[in-house]
């Protein structure tokens, strides 16, 4: 698919996406809508693709600084013209690398956010072509998810949040390893096509040494009516046309 | 509060409560709608109170068996009461005893089901008055979330399942104590008052060494508008009064 700019319809936030690269889909967006970056705090995305969310996130708060880690050159390469696009390269530090090594990539404690659309499927559970950066963004090719929960536990500070987004099905194996690395999961969102539909998505907070406590939330709905969407996904959405992937 | 008989609106069932001991609330009943008996199957639920979890799983499923274990002499009195006067006696017997001490009062492995309605408020975090079976009941003065996920896993046999109502606040200690126990969490149901407020109880199905796949479930919402049940609720409750509990 050649490259393509989208506008982003917020604040005259553009986007580049295309030529090769993962392109972003719904979740990452309504990752964005969830995750809370306080002002002047710092918020790193892992395997960031072509930097969605830390441009939706520089364009939705008052972070002072929204890092990426993402290991494919093409995408991590994109992600940068994303800042420069959207003159925020000030702002935007787009790591090249492996967040796998991110000990050795960033310092410890040192982020008040993680955020994270990790690949949703286990790498055993599909037919993958591991040469595909695509089937790698959905497949756990290149990254567990221990992986992405263990990254996130060495570039929090304490009391620091992770906000994630994942399979509904994979919820058990979430929850204990977010315990395994002091993660408590402090709220969680299902999303829903419909009001009557199961949960297609599950939005998690976490917070690093947290206190138990959870909050559930009424599920995030995305539609009224087919092709009708809710008020608050409109909200969130600020009228672009959704991905197919719910 | 002096004993009443009330109508179960289900297969002409009745049922004593009252008299000093907790008189069952809306968990119980959503409990035994969401809770799965098949044929033939035995099922035990633990702190059972006056019995209506065996009472209403014995006028719903066909269930072979359907056991309670009961600390509170009064209340185990009233649920053989309810036995008899349901004319189930013969297939229900309600053993008095601590589930704590569940490994003398029954044989491992021997349930197909267990159900559990435990109480869903730490010793610590309310004032209580542990001479009170009412406080008992809500408060974990006799019996801790991990005797009763503990207990479970005694009672059930391999591929069994667990059926619990709790709190959404401690879902995460709960799937900790159920993986702890080699149970897992297959269905979570979150139940709302209104579509749109926070889920206030859930509804948990755990088997006992299952395979990893949650089903996550739409939420089970309660009221339409102020006083008017959806139909979902309508269908479990058959049209009689539900507790202010929610």
Chains 1, 2 share one sequence.
Not at 50 to 57: E, K, M, S
Not at 163 to 178: D, F, Q, S, T, W
Not at 189 to 202: E, L
Request: charge should be neutral.
């Amino acid at each position: 698919m050649p490259e393509t700019i989208e506008d982003l319809n917020c604040r005259g936030y553009r986007f580049i996406q295309g030529d090769g690269c993962f392109r972003f889909g719904c979740d990452a967006v309504l990752l964005s809508g969830f995750a809370k970056v306080k002002k002047n705090e710092a918020a790193l995305d892992l395997c960031c693709g072509t930097g969605i969310i830390p441009v939706l996130l520089s364009a939705k708060t008052l972070g002072r600084r929204f890092a990426g880690i993402e290991i494919h050159e093409r995408s991590a390469d994109t992600a940068r013209r994303n800042a420069v696009l959207n003159g925020i390269a000030d702002k935007m530090e787009i790591i090249t690398g492996d967040v796998k090594d991110i000990r050795n990539l960033i310092d410890n404690a040192s982020f008040d956010v993680v955020t994270a659309n990790p690949p949703y499927i286990r790498a055993k559970d599909g037919v993958t072509n591991a040469g595909e950066h695509s089937s790698a963004a959905r497949h756990e090719i290149l990254l567990t998810l221990k992986d992405v929960i263990s990254a996130a536990a060495w570039a929090l500070k304490h009391g620091g949040r992770l906000y994630m987004v994942h399979k509904p099905e994979r919820l058990v194996e979430i929850v204990n390893l977010l315990t395994e690395h002091k993660l408590e999961m402090k709220t969680l969102r299902f999303v829903q096509a419909y009001a009557d539909r199961k949960p297609s998505m599950a939005l998690i907070e976490a917070a690093l040494c947290g206190r138990p406590q959870l909050t559930a939330m009424p599920p995030l709905v995305i539609y009224k009516t087919p092709g009708v969407y809710t008020d608050e996904v409109i909200k969130i959405y600020d009228g672009r046309p959704m991905g197919a992937d719910l």
